[in-house]
């Protein structure tokens, strides 16, 4: 008997998540649709495009509000259990409400695990594709700063014509083995610079041991210089601001490559704060799904849905605002942000290891 109704409450459980998952990814697809149809309209594109685009980049979005989904999922479920008389029949049979609670929390933390190991690192490619995709289309890129295997790589475009610049690392204000070419507007290469270390804490760049070598007139001649100063559009700040879209890199990507992420350039702390961000994705699960059978099991009389709803949409607005609250707070130094990832989990936790003993008691 235990098991059959274990198996009524995951499969009930599980099918209300997914009919939950399938409506945010309907709203997402049409709102998202008419911003990429907007972003296509000028070009000899049809309409399949923007509706491929969309629907790669909706999974990643909904896997930002995953928390909310599972506990809106939870909420309508236990609700149905309740209106519908299942719970006091489930109590009956010996399903304590704590029980209940503790069979969907850990189906919630489980799943947790599995979205960012199977499901993150899907999304996460998705996304990769969908900017790769825009990048081709746009019309408005001057500048363009990108990271790979190879390494940094800036385009910037100039009065007199075109800046590539390539380094092999950046780490605390300084590119390393850099090499620096200047193109006129045809695309004629005019100027070569090598340097072994460049300062670019500023937008005036500081070259160290540097060899020039120019191109005029069919001529070459080069020179080598201790130190060599350059303007430029970018600085540190800006390089690494601009290449810090973490939704294009997955969980396994945060856990294998982590130091190889931190010698390209990519800043520990950010690194940290994300990698921190995804694990305590499934233990947020857990926290919004016992919020939500707080919320519902207090009582076993059938009652209105509508206020049980405002309720937990607040409690949505309240717990989306106190997250981004602690992730801010570590931005600007208050607290470290590893920590700021987990500070809304242990509130929210805090408040739910005192419901969830209440609700047990009825």
Partial sequence: MNRILF??????????????????????????????????????????????????YIPSMILKLIPFIFFISSMWFLLHLRNNKDLLSLKVFG?????????????SFVLGWLILFAINPVTSIM???????????????????????????????????FRIVSADKTRNNFLTNVSIFNLDKRYNLKEQI???????????????DVKIIKFEDGLTSEKTLTTYSMFSKYDYEKITSLYKNFDTMSFLDLVLDYKEL?????????LDQNLNSMLSVPFFLFIMTALASILTMNTLKKSNNFIFIVAGLIACVVIFYFKDLSLALGQANRIPLSLAAWVPIFAVGLFCSIGILQINEK
């Fill in 7 to 56: 198996k009524y409450i995951l499969t009930g459980f599980l099918k209300t998540l997914l009919i939950v998952i399938l409506i945010f990814y309907c709203f997402g697809i049409i709102l998202n649709l008419f911003e990429e149809i907007e972003f296509f309209k000028n070009l000899d594109k049809s309409l399949l495009l923007p509706i491929t685009l969309t629907a790669l």
């Fill in 95 to 107: 399903y304590s409400n704590f029980k209940i609670f503790l069979t969907l929390a850990l189906t």
């Fill in 127 to 161: 996304v990769k594709y969908y900017e790769q995709t825009k990048s081709t289309y746009s019309r408005d890129i001057d500048h363009l700063v990108s990271i790979n295997k190879n390494g940094l790589w800036i385009k910037e475009n100039l009065d007199a014509g």
């Fill in 194 to 208: 090598y340097s072994e270390m460049a300062d670019v804490s500023k937008k005036n760049w500081l070259l160290n």
């Fill in 262 to 270: 931190q010698d390209k350039g990519y800043n520990k702390a950010y």
